[in-house]
């Protein structure tokens, strides 16, 4: 099987491209390396490895029509929200008109298409205040990112109503694991708490520590991608990708001294503006196709700090 990873080479990708690499499929990875690295996918060859924009549209085409890929994951984006907040026009551009060249560079030119995969985001709520967020739940984008990543699997999903394009867009939560870079404020939480337990640094709370996060295992995101490449009834659907349960930033701390035998310095200060107090998934839908998440929090967080890398 052939396939195709754009962002393969970030903190997600390269997990996705080490599982399918185990399990012996042609990987291909196109990515621009604006935030990922070629480190995180040393086993991936020259030949295999694209270092381009997606909306180069024709290395994109060329690349499609030579290969004909059997899956495309779709992940290549702007992704932090605050750069979309200052360049609008630039995520624009690659969220939105690079998922739509992708998908229909695929509808043109490659008739081998078995599953396209789009990377969205929990975003797409916004701060409502329902809860667990379901995918029928009322949708309020923040930012330009949020609304890019809801463009990007409402095309996903006309390209299978009316083109038949067999695909599926997961609303991924906060997702953690090895490779997650803490080098931003705005990198994953539990990216930066183990960064800061590591070193022997104070860690920053927004507010009081007590709002919640649906936190996903990276390990656990590859099950439900594969889970969704299984199952052609995942065509035209679009679900959530979370564990279905909340944790409060407070607790997770409490689960780092308990893994580390020891506390760091903690400090309070402002909540962040438009930060969302709570936040879980309602994930039934995906569990009705077989996933089930395998990660604990505690074991997640384990497997994690005991990861020998970055
Ligand atoms: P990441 O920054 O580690 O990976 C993104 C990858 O895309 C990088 O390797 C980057 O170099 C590449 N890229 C960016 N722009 C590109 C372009 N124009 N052309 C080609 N390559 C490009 O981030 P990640 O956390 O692995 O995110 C992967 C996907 O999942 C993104 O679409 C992101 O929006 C989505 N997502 C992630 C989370 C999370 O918790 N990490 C949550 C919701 C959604
Ligand atoms: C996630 C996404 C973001 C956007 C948003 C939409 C990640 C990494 N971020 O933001 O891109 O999609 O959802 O809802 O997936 N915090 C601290 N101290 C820190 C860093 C963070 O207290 O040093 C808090 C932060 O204020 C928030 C929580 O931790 O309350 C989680 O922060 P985050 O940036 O990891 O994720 P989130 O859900 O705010």
């Known amino acids: 099987m052939k396939m195709l990873i ?3 080479a970030g903190f997600i990708g390269s997990h996705l491209a080490e599982f399918y690499c185990d399990k012996k499929y042609e990987i291909f990875i196109l990515d621009d390396l604006s935030t990922g690295h070629r480190s995180n996918v040393e086993f991936i060859d020259d030949k295999h490895f694209i270092k381009s924009c997606i909306t180069n549209k024709s290395l994109v085409e060329d690349l499609i029509k030579k290969e004909q890929f059997d899956i495309v994951i779709h992940l290549a984006a702007v992704v932090s929200v605050v750069e979309s907040i200052n360049n609008p026009i630039r995520s624009q551009k690659i969220n939105i008109d690079g998922t739509l060249n992708l998908l229909e560079t695929n509808r043109r030119h490659n008739e081998n298409l078995k599953r396209f995969i789009f990377a969205s985001s929990a975003a797409v709520y916004g701060n409502t205040k329902s809860l667990p967020k379901k995918t029928d739940s009322f949708i309020d984008p923040e930012s330009p990112y949020a609304i890019e990543k809801y463009t990007g699997e ?4 006309i390209y299978n109503n009316l083109y038949k394009l ?4 997961l609303r991924f939560f906060n997702v953690y694991g090895p490779r997650q870079d803490p080098n931003s404020p705005y990198s994953g939480v539990l990216s930066i ?12 709370f927004y507010g009081d520590g ?10 656990d995101l590859v099950q439900a991608v594969s889970v969704v490449i299984n199952n052609e009834e995942s065509s035209g659907e679009i679900f959530n990708l979370g564990t279905g349960k909340q944790i409060s930033l407070i607790n997770m701390f409490e689960k780092f001294e308990i893994l580390y035998k020891r506390t760091i310095d903690k400090k309070f200060t402002t909540v962040r503006s438009g930060d969302i107090k709570e936040s879980y998934a309602q994930i039934e839908a995906l569990k009705n196709l077989g996933y089930s998440p395998k990660y604990s929090i505690e074991e997640g967080l384990e497997e994690y700090i005991n990861y020998v890398g970055s």
């Open 6 to 8: 754009t962002g393969g």
């Open 154 to 157: 409402q095309y996903t999903k």
């Open 166 to 169: 067999p695909t599926t867009s």
């Open 193 to 204: 708490m183990k960064s800061k337990f590591a070193n022997n640094e104070t860690f920053t």
């Open 210 to 219: 007590k709002q919640t996060r649906d936190f996903v295992y990276v390990k």
